[in-house]
């Protein structure tokens, strides 16, 4: 939609966000959003309902987040790899199942650990106060915490106990970051680099990086997102046209006390408020030839 914006990370409860759907497509609304996308960690779950709330007045993306692991090129736990598919089929269901086995191991074994460490957290209190029962994760987890009193909210719980660098964290089995691209593309998919800063490397072995995620079909690099600074973005933007990635745009919104800064299609302090439809048609160009 010419002339408005345009968010294609964003995460609503379904995920470990905070606001439900409705709230979010209204927000966009508000914010002269006039193309979005929910890329819900590990599911595609909330798609239908946001196409029901947008109506005419905002066009949806399928989309999803998936983690990779990074094990193989760093021993760091810092190094975080994202993915983003967009206009992924349905048939992806069946590796996320696997996820969802991995997801659910991890919650049992960051219990013990936080037994271990003194926090008195049963498995049946993360499912009292768990937002779907049926898929409980780390968020699920912090909500609980903070139900019986360890921490204010969820976030500082999370912050406080489940934060990847504390005592507490267990690791998920993934896909290595080219498995994962690949894994995409062979369901409909357009894969993208979500916010390249979370990969702490430095510049050399960032491109190398980037290099070897392109020759395995990467589609593009979220380069508009609010904590990438002016020279990030010249540097993303060199990456892309060097390797011909699609420059994208995404808030990674969570709504609530979670990032509070990040509005939906503004980003912080109005640093993204990005309106360029080719990004969108480019996606939609090499989904097409995907399929």
Same mark, same amino acid.
């Given at each position: 939609?010419?002339?408005?914006?345009?968010?294609? =990370?964003? =995460?609503?409860?379904?995920?470990?966000?905070?606001?439900?759907?409705?709230? #979010? !497509?209204?927000?966009?609304?508000?914010?002269?959003?006039? &193309?979005?996308?929910?890329?819900? =960690?590990?599911?595609?779950?909330?798609?239908?309902?946001? #196409?029901?709330?947008?109506?005419?007045?905002?066009? #949806?993306?399928? *989309?999803?987040?998936?983690?990779?692991?990074?094990?193989?090129?760093?021993?760091?736990?810092?190094?975080?790899?994202?993915?983003?598919?967009?206009?992924?089929?349905? *048939?992806?269901?069946?590796?996320?199942?696997?996820?969802?086995?991995?997801?659910?191991? %991890?919650?049992?074994? &960051?219990?013990?650990?936080?037994?271990?460490?003194?926090? /008195?957290?049963?498995?049946?209190?993360?499912?009292?106060?768990?937002?779907?029962?049926?898929?409980?994760?780390?968020?699920?987890?912090?909500?609980?915490?903070?139900?019986?009193?360890?921490?204010? &909210?969820?976030?500082?719980?999370?912050?406080?106990?489940?934060?990847?660098?504390?005592? /507490?964290?267990?690791?998920?089995?993934?896909?290595?970051?080219?498995?994962?691209?690949?894994?995409?593309?062979?369901?409909?998919?357009?894969?993208?680099?979500?916010?390249?800063?979370?990969?702490?490397? /430095?510049?050399?072995?960032?491109?190398?990086?980037?290099?070897?995620?392109?020759?395995?079909?990467?589609?593009?690099?979220?380069?508009?997102?609010?904590?990438?600074?002016?020279?990030?973005?010249?540097?993303?933007?060199?990456? %892309?046209?060097?390797?011909?990635?699609?420059? &994208?745009?995404?808030?990674?919104? =969570?709504?609530?006390?979670?990032?509070?800064?990040? #509005?939906?299609?503004?980003? !912080?302090?109005?640093?993204?408020?990005?309106?360029?439809?080719?990004?969108?048609?480019?996606?939609?160009?090499?989904?097409?030839?995907?399929?």
């Amino acid at each position: 939609m010419e002339g408005k914006f345009i968010d294609l =990370h964003v =995460h609503t409860d379904y995920s470990d966000g905070i606001d439900d759907i409705k709230t #979010v !497509i209204r927000k966009a609304k508000e914010n002269n959003v006039g &193309t979005i996308s929910l890329t819900e =960690h590990y599911n595609i779950a909330s798609y239908q309902e946001a #196409v029901e709330y947008a109506g005419q007045d905002i066009e #949806v993306i399928p *989309g999803i987040e998936i983690g990779a692991d990074m094990s193989s090129y760093t021993d760091s736990k810092k190094h975080i790899c994202h993915i983003l598919g967009y206009f992924v089929s349905s *048939g992806i269901c069946k590796v996320l199942d696997e996820y969802e086995i991995g997801r659910y191991d %991890c919650v049992i074994k &960051t219990l013990s650990l936080l037994k271990k460490n003194g926090v /008195n957290i049963s498995l049946d209190d993360v499912l009292y106060t768990a937002r779907n029962r049926k898929s409980i994760g780390r968020f699920d987890i912090a909500i609980a915490l903070a139900y019986l009193g360890y921490a204010k &909210t969820p976030q500082e719980a999370y912050g406080k106990y489940l934060d990847h660098k504390g005592k /507490n964290y267990v690791e998920r089995n993934k896909l290595s970051p080219t498995e994962l691209v690949d894994t995409i593309l062979s369901y409909g998919g357009v894969p993208v680099l979500a916010h390249p800063k979370s990969l702490h490397m /430095n510049d050399e072995r960032k491109k190398a990086f980037i290099e070897e995620l392109a020759n395995a079909g990467l589609r593009g690099i979220e380069v508009y997102n609010p904590n990438n600074n002016e020279a990030q973005r010249e540097y993303y933007l060199l990456l %892309c046209k060097e390797y011909d990635l699609i420059p &994208t745009v995404g808030s990674d919104y =969570h709504g609530g006390n979670r990032k509070p800064e990040i #509005v939906i299609g503004h980003g !912080i302090n109005d640093n993204l408020c990005i309106s360029d439809t080719e990004m969108v048609k480019k996606l939609k160009m090499y989904a097409k030839n995907v399929y």
